[in-house]
């Protein structure tokens, strides 16, 4: 059991003891984005898992800015991408970069030619 509560009948109060894997399990919890980076012959493979928002898109820009050759970004464990993370996976792909394994939730806005804040009126 990650918490036990004893209960001290001699002095009457609550003892409390966490245990490190509730600690660890709130850091991984909170964690917002995973890049794993795999070699499948010539071509590397991110796989991007999360969510791609402002405050995480330079993870994602730092991994990839310094690589070359054939590149995949492997969205199918994302989970969100907000404009700023949509706007980044856009240039990638037209830097060269391929996408797979995205769902329907990001590939629409990613394949979306209308610009965030561009709205026809």
């Not at 990650?2 to 609550?14: I, R, V």
């Not at 993870?59 to 404009?83: R, W």
């Amino acid at each position: 059991m990650a918490s036990k509560f004893d209960y001290d009948e001699k002095e009457s109060n609550m003892n409390v003891s966490i245990t490190a894997w509730q600690v660890n399990c709130c850091a991984v919890m909170a964690m917002d984005i995973r890049i794993d980076i795999e070699s499948e012959g010539p071509v590397v493979v991110l796989h991007v898992a999360g969510q791609l928002a402002a405050p995480t898109i330079m993870q994602l820009t730092d991994v990839c800015q310094p690589m070359e050759g054939n590149i995949v970004l492997d969205l199918s464990k994302l989970t969100f991408a907000d404009n700023a993370g949509v706007q980044v996976i856009r240039t990638l792909r037209e830097k060269g970069t391929d996408i797979r394994g995205a769902s329907t939730f990001i590939q629409l806005p990613i394949n979306d030619n209308r610009r965030s804040g561009a709205e026809n009126g």
